[in-house]
């Protein structure tokens, strides 16, 4: 249960062509995410899974099944709404038990799977409340106990935590992982926000304008960037891309360093600069250094700098965490150093 | 508003206001209270005297006044039922996306605009006329005696020309309110299962009750008193089979020139209106908060 491939998949509207070709496979149990910049398609690809939009083009395969033509209700998927999309006029008790009930469920059966959900998501207390007396994160747990009652064979998240702000949107992130775990159920999962992506997924799909740019593990998008744009979409704050001479010196078009991967010092290094802005979160301290002849660098520092605003400093990439990248883009495969 | 200082200035400014409304309601009111314990006749200037309740006494005596009440309520009731019915229907329609959309939804609003007696000329003459009408035509074409519609289902047929002036009132509400449902939710109903039967009866529906309901409240509030439609058409006959209320009370102050006894029934409509508007209040009222 839950194995989904899509084979040259296409998607236009009208004559604008939102996804070239693409082939996808995602396994049982896995926990996809994909991440693009907004409009990169990575919606849109979504609900072609879901049924939602029809394929230009291809074929949707769900366990081995090909479900190209199958109405969404029949596919077996749920998926949660960046809205909620809640049905205002019914409790959670009745939201939660809506694809039941639709399913002409025993009133018995559903009221265990509503209750066994409820507790689940920490909801039973809430559960004759109307969706407009809850609060985001509810609303947010109610929309995916509609999800789970359903024991659908995959989990589709439309930017369910785009709408809760920023501490509640770690909590529900750790949730849904939580979730994942207990149900090993196939997830997947859209958003435009990288920290999620490297949190919670066991894959991650990197979008550009409909292409896959990249597929891996966290890590492996993190050391191993296929590109220049996974390179600078991946990790936070932002790799640092340098071109021209100093490039040329590494034998690129562009080399890439991570902020985390500059060392920083107030007597020697590679680069010579100024301190401009300081950014002190306690734990880092983000430096953004003016070099002659380059973009600004941000350097990622342990703990607190000890430098300031105007502070002359050098910086020097760590060698083996260097990338280089072709003029083209493509990341230049052999060892640097 | 929230200092007293706030309020008492906002109370002062809007007083004007409300105490022209106020007039302007109060002394038409009490005139016609006071009118309807006299005994008043136009054709007997300066006779007027205190007789009491007789006034209503007769009126409400007036076997004519129950044929009226009972098609008032028909009247009402039928043209809510075919308007929103039809309306929902309709906007359902009108909510798809087809070629041509803006003209069609301009078309479908410009039985609003036609003003009630030439509305109701043009269904008499052009359509229900039993030797000129459209349906005349119709009926004899496939061989079938025509149907004098106004001599023989008076009440019927003005409802009908009602409810196709009053279609295109609710018809747009009811689309607005139709635009305003989140598609998310219809997604998700259909992602739940739902097929459109569903989805117009557990999502469609409850969203548009609101709209419903200010459709039910303003159409009351104007069928209660529809007139010109009668006037014209049956003049409330044949008998009493299409007279109103409203086209009672103009029938005895003005065609039988009895001032008291009218202004007796109008008092009457007035406590019958605010019964109904209580009832609705209570009934669907509930639907407006929140």
Not at chain 1, 177 to 188: F, G
Not at chain 1, 212 to 236: D, K, M
Request: net charge negative.
């Amino acid at each position: 249960m839950g194995k989904i491939s899509l084979k040259q998949v296409t998607k236009a509207f009208g004559d604008a062509e939102v996804i070239p070709p693409l082939d996808l496979d995602i396994n049982e149990g896995e926990f996809v995410v994909f991440v693009g910049p907004s409009g990169c398609g990575k919606s849109t690809l979504l609900r072609l899974i879901a049924g939602l939009e029809d394929v230009s083009s291809g074929t949707i395969e769900i366990d081995g099944q090909n479900a190209t033509e199958v109405p969404p209700a029949k596919r077996g998927l749920a998926m949660v709404f960046q809205s909620y999309a809640l049905y205002p006029h019914m409790s959670v008790r009745k939201n939660i038990a809506f694809p039941l009930k639709m399913a002409k469920m025993d009133p018995a059966e559903q009221e265990r799977r509503v209750t066994a959900a409820a507790k689940v998501l920490n909801l039973t207390d809430y559960l004759d409340r109307r969706p407009g007396q809850l609060s985001g994160g509810q609303r947010q747990r109610v929309a995916i106990g509609r999800a789970i009652v359903r024991e659908p064979a995959a989990f589709l998240f439309d930017e369910p935590l785009s709408n809760l702000d920023a501490a509640l949107r770690v909590n529900m992130r750790l949730e849904i992982s939580e979730l994942h775990q207990s149900l090993a159920t196939t997830m997947i999962y859209v958003t435009h926000d990288q920290v999620e992506a490297m949190t919670m997924a066991d894959k991650i799909v990197v979008l550009r304008a409909g292409r896959i740019e990249q597929v891996g593990t966290p890590l492996e998008l993190y050391r191993t960037p296929a590109n220049q744009f996974v390179a600078g979409f991946i990790g936070s704050p932002k790799m640092n891309f340098i071109t021209g001479e100093e490039a040329a010196r590494f034998g690129a078009h562009t080399i890439g360093i991570r902020p985390e991967h500059c060392v920083l010092s107030t007597t020697d290094g590679t680069w010579k600069g100024k301190v401009g802005v300081a950014e002190h979160l306690g734990s880092d301290t983000f430096l953004y250094v003016t070099v002659p002849g380059m973009d600004p660098l941000t350097v990622r520092v342990q703990g607190e700098a000890g430098v300031h605003h105007g502070d002359t400093v050098f910086i020097s990439p760590v060698a083996e965490n260097l990338h280089r990248f072709e003029a083209n883009g493509l990341a230049i495969r052999q060892a640097t150093a | 508003m929230a200092t007293a200082h706030s309020r008492a200035a906002a109370r002062l400014m809007i007083s004007p206001a409300v105490l022209l409304l106020l007039g302007w309601m109060i002394v038409p009111l009490s005139m016609t209270v006071y009118f309807s314990f006299l005994s008043y006749n136009l054709l007997m200037p300066g006779m007027e005297e205190f007789i009491g309740f007789t006034n209503y006494e007769f009126f409400l005596t007036d076997p004519a006044f129950f044929a009226a009440l009972a098609n008032t309520l028909l009247l009402v009731g039928g043209v809510l039922v075919i308007t929103i019915v039809g309306g929902t229907l309709l906007a359902l329609l009108l909510d798809q996306p087809f070629w041509g959309q803006g003209i069609v939804r301009i078309l479908v609003i410009a039985p609003f605009f036609v003003m009630p007696t030439v509305s109701a000329l043009v269904w008499k003459n052009m359509f229900m006329n039993p030797v000129n009408g459209l349906f005349a035509y119709f009926a004899k074409a496939l061989g079938l005696q025509p149907f004098d519609f106004l001599a023989h289902a008076p009440l019927a047929s003005i409802i009908v020309i009602v409810a196709w002036q009053w279609l295109p009132f609710a018809t747009l509400i009811l689309l607005t309110a139709l635009q305003s449902l989140d598609q998310e939710q219809l997604e998700a109903s259909e992602m739940d299962g739902a097929n459109f039967l569903n989805r117009f009866v557990y999502i469609v529906l409850p969203h548009m009750s609101r709209a419903i309901t200010v459709v039910i409240l303003i159409q009351t509030i104007f069928l209660l008193s529809v007139f010109a439609e009668i006037l014209v058409t049956t003049n409330g006959g044949p008998g009493t089979s299409s007279t109103n209320i409203t086209y009672l009370v103009y029938a005895q102050s003005l065609l039988q020139f009895d001032v008291g006894g009218g202004s007796a029934g109008g008092i009457v409509a007035v406590i019958l209106a605010n019964i109904v508007a209580v009832f609705l209040m209570r009934m669907i009222g509930k639907n407006l908060e929140a």
